[in-house]
Nanobody, 124 residues
Framework: QVQLVESGGGLVQAGGSLRLSCAASGRPFSSYAMGWFRQAPGKEREFVGS????????NYADFVKGRFTISRDNAKNTVYLQMNSLKPEDTAVYYC?????????????????WGQGTQVTVSS
């Protein structure tokens, strides 16, 4: 059974930074791509970014390009989301997910395991 646990969310002022972590249990973490999604109240869950199993391919949603960075440490079974220059519109619950494949994907249905989410609130 695969379990994903996010951490690092919180309240930050606009322009600030947060680093989210997602720790995975169950093997084999290194064989699968990982993704980050977010969901704001009243909105659908949306793609933020993804990283392939090796870290060689990374995709970002247009609205986070240049501000957010995804990385992974396969030795620690952990994927990270570094968020800089945060804006109030970034406020949402952030989820990490494991892709069904090793290739980085952008759609919700291409992921089969999800964490419980961590709240990120950006004040203006």
């Amino acid at each position: 059974q695969v379990q994903l646990v996010e951490s690092g969310g919180g309240l930050v002022q606009a322009g600030g930074s947060l680093r989210l972590s997602c720790a995975a249990s169950g093997r084999p973490f290194s064989s699968y791509a990982m993704g980050w999604f977010r969901q704001a109240p009243g909105k659908e869950r949306e793609f933020v970014g993804s990283i392939s199993w090796s870290g060689g391919t990374i995709n970002y949603a247009d609205f986070v390009k240049g501000r957010f960075t995804i990385s992974r440490d396969n030795a620690k079974n952990t994927v990270y989301l570094q968020m800089n220059s945060l804006k109030p519109e970034d406020t949402a619950v952030y989820y990490c997910a494991r892709s069904k494949l090793g290739v980085a994907k952008t759609n919700v249905w291409e992921y089969d395991y999800w964490g419980q989410g961590t709240q990120v609130t950006v004040s203006s």
